[in-house]
């Protein structure tokens, strides 16, 4: 963004075409690339303490079929989140002690972006499913073994720490039968 310049100059790099307004007070310059997961930067970017989480989670992972209007960030509980237009986020509260398990860090446009891994992911559309979907829970839990990317071990581990065991064991279950 353009921290210290003076709101005078951002003005006339806007009219120039030098800069674009992406929202109130943040800019970006007009030649820098966009990637599929820009509103995720932008997300995180406005909400430092957050990790992009459920379906968000999913799309970034490559997960299901199911396209998002939201970007869904989780924080921890207590945690003041605000709303804004652009990217429309949606948030889910955390309990601190459970909060920072499964966190990946990847770089994006120049920014880090927290992203809960595969295994936490498909755990938190278990524990999330009245927000999300049976569905979609269903789904990512099907294709995240079908791509090899899920090892039910480490899916049982993180099941058992977010205390999800036993809601889980009918679906996999009938995936391993």
Not at 7 to 19: D, E, F, P, V, Y
Not at 40 to 69: D, E, K, Y
Not at 97 to 109: M, S
């Amino acid at each position: 963004m353009m921290a210290g310049r003076h709101t005078g100059t951002l003005t006339r790099m806007t009219r120039a075409g030098t800069l674009e307004k992406i929202g109130p007070g943040r800019y970006r310059l007009a030649t820098s690339t966009v990637t599929e997961n820009h509103s995720l930067v932008l997300a995180c970017s406005l909400v430092p303490s957050s990790v992009v989480c459920l379906s968000s989670a999913l799309l970034f992972h490559n997960l299901g079929t199911q396209l998002f209007r939201e970007v869904w960030l989780a924080v921890p509980r207590g945690t003041r989140a605000p709303s804004f237009a652009s990217p429309p986020i949606r948030v889910t509260r955390i309990t601190p002690a459970l909060f920072d398990l499964g966190i990946e860090e990847h770089r994006i446009e120049g920014g880090v972006v927290r992203v809960y891994n595969v295994v936490r992911t498909v755990v938190d559309c278990f524990r999330f499913r009245s927000k999300v979907g049976l569905d979609v829970a269903m789904e990512a839990l099907i294709e995240a073994r079908r791509s090899r990317r899920l090892d039910l071990n480490e899916l049982d581990r993180a099941a058992k720490a977010l205390r999800l065991d036993r809601v889980m064991r009918p679906y996999l279950e009938m995936l391993v039968a």
